[in-house]
């Protein structure tokens, strides 16, 4: 596969459930982000890993959980998730910087019931 | 804070005409510009990136231009297709790992 990769394409979870959005890479980046997409709002950037170090968590709160075991590989952790948490979840690499631009995966549409 | 504006919201345009999609942004010191192309529920493919010391990139039927120093980037598309049909958003980046978005302009294009 080629590209950044997000799985699952949908999920569906209850308030009190835990789940994971897994986001995969293959073209060599070094750095990895997650982003919010809710209707009519702009993205929001969550989180940033560059060289596998978090560098950035723009104010997200604790039930949710970023993992980054490798530069290839990046989990978003999910638990006790509000209603209002519903959204399309896009994952995306870069170089370090993202001087050369970002590639995006095909996001993860979350609903929580 | 940088804020980026697309205009206009949505755009729907015969098949065959050119048309041109407008983003602004407060805060001329940015490192690049990049707009993508989202299908409904799915996510963004890039379609040019424009460094800051360039005016514009060209692929296919696609130009984008770039005057950093009033804040504007255009995004000019020729000879329409139904295809050409999503929503358009445009990014600029400043700082380490900032990358900030509009809202994008939905395009429509009629057979």
């Known amino acids: 596969e080629t590209g950044v990769t997000q799985t699952p394409r949908h999920l569906v979870m209850g308030m009190t459930n835990k789940k994971s959005l897994k986001c995969e890479q293959h073209l060599g980046h070094n750095a990895m982000y997650w982003y919010k997409q809710s209707a009519k709002k702009p993205l929001e950037l969550m989180f940033v890993?560059?060289?596998?170090?978090?560098?950035e968590n723009n104010s997200v709160p604790s039930r949710f959980s970023p993992e980054c075991p490798n530069s290839s590989h990046l989990f978003l952790h999910l638990h006790t998730l509000q209603p209002e948490d519903s959204a399309l979840y896009l994952c995306?690499?870069?170089?370090?910087?993202?001087?050369?631009?970002?590639?995006f995966g095909s996001g993860t549409r979350l609903t929580v019931v | 804070k940088q804020e980026v504006t697309q205009i206009p919201a949505a755009l729907s345009v015969p098949e065959g005409e050119n048309l041109v999609l407008n983003c602004s942004f407060t805060?001329?010191?940015?490192?690049?510009l990049q707009w993508f192309r989202q299908d409904p529920g799915k996510g963004l493919t890039s379609l040019l990136l424009?460094?800051?010391?360039?005016r514009e990139q060209t692929s296919g039927r696609l130009n984008a231009s770039l005057d950093k120093s009033s804040g504007r980037s255009t995004l000019y598309i020729a000879a329409s297709q139904p295809g050409d049909s999503a929503t358009y958003l445009c990014a600029v980046k400043t700082g380490a790992n900032n990358l900030f978005f509009g809202t994008g302009t939905r395009l429509t294009v009629i057979p």
């Open positions: 424009i460094q800051s010391s360039q």
């Open positions: 995306a690499s870069s170089q370090v910087d993202g001087l050369y631009g970002y590639t």
């Open positions: 890993y560059s060289l596998e170090e978090r560098v």
């Open positions: 805060d001329s010191a940015i490192y690049n």
